[in-house]
């Protein structure tokens, strides 16, 4: 999908079959589905369209049968909105992506906590200081004699070479 023209297509496919699937299709097999992409081919002929199902493997077998049922009603409204020449034939496709997402995080929290574990066993600590970020410098009070790399004295000298003859 180079084009800026079949994009814009693939997003109003989205917009349509979402609006079609929340108001018109009422198959009882449909479960809560949320379609998350669509994707066509440089021709615009084939248009893939990914959704997800909010529940099990049944709610996904059942979701996936009403789509197939559906698919010639949702094509007919795509092409009367559409009113392009060529109206894409339309793909279902399972999105597998939050799924792989959450076994992800998975995987790294259980990571995470076996770095933890070693840690706490060989009992280490960081290498140089636990915060290695430079903190602003504090600014002292004008008032402070510590500040004041003279002293007193360095000032009373001043006062003494501007008396003398």
């Known amino acids: 999908m180079s084009s800026p023209r079949v994009r814009k297509i693939a997003d109003r496919i ?6 079609m699937l929340e108001r018109r299709i009422k198959d009882p097999r449909l479960g809560f589905v949320t379609i998350t992409d669509v994707r066509m081919s440089g ?4 248009a893939s369209i990914f959704y997800t199902v909010l ?8 979701t996936a049968a009403a789509l197939e049922s559906a698919k ?5 409204e795509v092409a009367k909105q559409l009113g392009t020449r060529i109206v894409p034939t339309l793909t279902f ?7 792989e997402a959450r076994a992800l995080d998975e995987v ?11 840690a706490a066993a060989r009992g280490t600590s960081y290498a140089g ?3 290695p970020y430079k903190k602003p410098r504090e600014i002292l ?3 402070d004699d510590a500040s004041d790399p003279l002293g007193a004295e360095g000032d009373e000298s001043d006062d003494e070479d501007d008396t003398t003859p």
């Open 129 to 131: 200081e636990e915060d």
């Open 141 to 143: 009070d004008e008032d």
């Open 43 to 46: 021709d615009g002929q084939q």
């Open 55 to 62: 529940g099990g493997e049944e709610e996904m077998a059942g």
């Open 14 to 19: 989205q917009v349509i079959v979402a609006e």
């Open 108 to 118: 790294l929290a259980r990571a995470r906590a076996i770095d933890e574990a070693a």
């Open 72 to 76: 010639g009603t949702l094509r007919s």
């Open 93 to 99: 496709f399972h999105d597998a992506l939050p799924e």
